[in-house]
């Protein structure tokens, strides 16, 4: 049988006291369940769960058959696991959020009141730019130029999300407007000297 000391401290993950697991063997299924919501995932290695340490290992045997190309990509298959295992832990501990600032004379985001989840953005074209927030997230304008993205939905959908907002206006490197990241800093570029 397995011990602690057989297992590579880099596959083992440190579950905290708020979130209860469930892991079917059969069906390679493990199951989160945290203050906020719950999401499942299915792994193609096995996992082993220690309920005295309280943590969960992933260890180098397959679930299922596999060829020996597979093989090879065993120590690959280990380390995704385990980032896909840590991500909906902090996931399902937090709300995650993003906060955008538009910086530029005119630049201006506000939300669209006779549709849920709707915003409209003045960035300096001649036309408004409208953008449909997944309902999974929520926002919340402050000042016309700071923009909250927040929600329990998952990190990959919310920053895809942020990612296509700031491709309606990217920050440009001589005068730095544009829709930029909290704490982000764009170096700026000299311009002409005449």
Known sequence: MFTMNTFKKKHTIKIPKNIKVLYCDKKNLITFIGPSQMKSLKVKVK???STDFNTITVTSIFASQTS???MKNLNKLQGTTVAKIKQILIEITY??????N???????VFSYEQLENQLYFKLGFSHLTYFKIPSSLKTHCQKFTKLFIFGNSSFDILTQTV????AFKKPEPYKGKGIL???EKIILKKGKKI
């Open 95 to 100: 709300t995650l959020y993003h906060k955008l």
């Open 102 to 108: 538009l910086v530029g004379v005119g630049y201006r």
């Open 68 to 70: 020996s190309i597979n």
């Open 181 to 183: 990241r909290d704490q």
């Open 47 to 49: 996992l082993f769960l």
């Open 163 to 166: 990612a296509q907002i700031r």
